[in-house]
């Protein structure tokens, strides 16, 4: 593959978000100036957005150690432990006083879509968005 190409397509898959109708036009884009051959465009549709789900992948892990290390590194607990500890403070007040303890209520946790979730509702959005006309 020619390097102006391959910086072109490295480039634009740099984006995390990248959809496949944002992909097929970069693609269409290329195909149009003769970069790349027609019959090598859906190929290249599914390499840009293979990359942009690892590129995706990789920010998300990135953001995710470096959170880690700055909790670790401030000294600062989890909810869970923080819960727990709330939780044996009240049981010792409660054995020390004989008064019973007001309930603790933790937080109910974050849940995450998976990639095959986010990658189906991807899919959904495009299918919806199939029909629309640009101007």
């Known amino acids: 593959m020619d390097s102006g190409l391959q910086r072109y397509l490295s480039a634009a898959s740099e984006l995390t978000g990248m959809t496949r109708r944002t992909a097929e036009r970069v693609v269409q884009l290329l195909v149009q100036q003769g970069e790349l051959a027609s019959d090598t465009a859906e190929r290249y549709v599914d390499e840009l957005l293979s990359r942009s789900e690892r590129n995706r992948e990789s920010l998300i892990s990135l953001v995710r150690t470096e959170t880690e290390r700055v909790v670790q590194s401030l000294g600062l607990v ?3 432990e923080l819960d727990r500890l709330r939780a044996r403070v009240d049981a010792l007040e409660t054995e020390l006083t ?28 495009t299918a919806d968005g199939a029909g629309e006309t640009s101007p």
């Open 78 to 80: 989890r909810r869970t």
């Open 98 to 125: 004989g008064a019973a303890p007001p309930p603790v209520t933790p937080r109910p946790a974050r849940t995450r879509k998976s990639a095959a979730q986010r990658r189906a509702d991807e899919a959904q959005r």
